[in-house]
């Protein structure tokens, strides 16, 4: 079974500053998608960022931006010019290829923005 | 384009009486999921739907958990006799039925948080 680890319960970061969140993850498959979630406290889960495996360059939108390492299994996100509303909790999650279609996700990492 | 919906948004119920979600996916799309989240935790899988059919379900599923799409439009999460270890937040997601990365990406409802009392 995968498992998804997210090493950093909370991290902090000042506004306008970057930030790296930091995900692992365990697989014998070469087929699979990483994705970063966003849930601001008391709303919906927001798709931020998504990756597919077989692609070596990464995934950006915006100010956000992924580090895939496939040997490695590591799939950090790095959030730039962080603003107030960037605050929440960072879901990272796993989907495997084929007809598998279940997300397994991270404990998720909170995410503080300081003014 | 509506996003996914879900209600109620919270539900307060007594152990021992059955409560009923419903889930309403972004319309054009097949696939609809199910998920419970824990405080502190992650969302974990319950179940899935391709239309109607269901085609997975996890072993967090008991007896007590049954979920229905009936007609491959909305869907409805039942737990009977609810216990206090059931209070969480119950998440729908739905995607479209396309392969690749489209197909694989999810999009959430804002959950239905229940208490047990």
């Known amino acids: 079974a995968q498992t998804v680890t997210q090493s950093q319960p909370e991290m902090s970061v000042q506004e306008a500053e970057t930030v790296t969140l930091s995900c692992t993850y365990d697989?014998?498959?070469?087929?699979?998608?990483l994705f970063w979630y966003k849930q601001p406290p008391s709303r919906q889960m927001i798709l931020v960022i998504r990756q597919e495996a077989y692609k070596q360059q990464n995934a950006t939108e915006n100010r956000f931006s992924v580090n895939f390492q496939k040997a490695a299994k590591s799939f950090s996100l790095k959030i730039s010019d962080s603003q107030l509303g960037d605050a929440a909790m960072y879901f990272c999650?796993?989907?495997?290829?084929?007809?598998?279609?279940?997300?397994?996700f991270g404990k998720g990492t909170l995410l503080t923005v300081n003014p | 384009d509506t996003g996914v919906s879900q209600n109620p948004r919270h539900k307060i119920t007594k152990r021992g009486q059955n409560v009923t979600f419903r889930c309403d996916p972004i319309s054009e799309h097949n696939r609809l999921y199910w998920y419970r989240q824990t405080l502190g935790q992650g969302p974990e899988f319950l179940t899935y739907?391709?239309?109607?059919?269901?085609?997975?379900k996890s072993r967090l599923l008991s007896d007590r958990f049954s979920a229905e799409r009936p007609k491959g439009s909305f869907s409805t999460l039942e737990i009977q006799r609810t216990e206090q270890g059931d209070s969480a937040m119950y998440l729908c997601?739905?995607?479209?039925?396309?392969?690749?990365?489209?197909?694989?990406?999810?999009?959430f409802g804002p959950g239905t948080r229940l208490l047990v009392l």
């Open positions: 697989t014998s498959e070469s087929d699979y998608y």
């Open positions: 997601a739905s995607s479209l039925s396309s392969g690749g990365l489209i197909g694989k990406t999810q999009y």
């Open positions: 999650a796993y989907g495997s290829g084929g007809s598998n279609y279940k997300l397994t």
């Open positions: 739907f391709q239309n109607e059919a269901q085609l997975e």
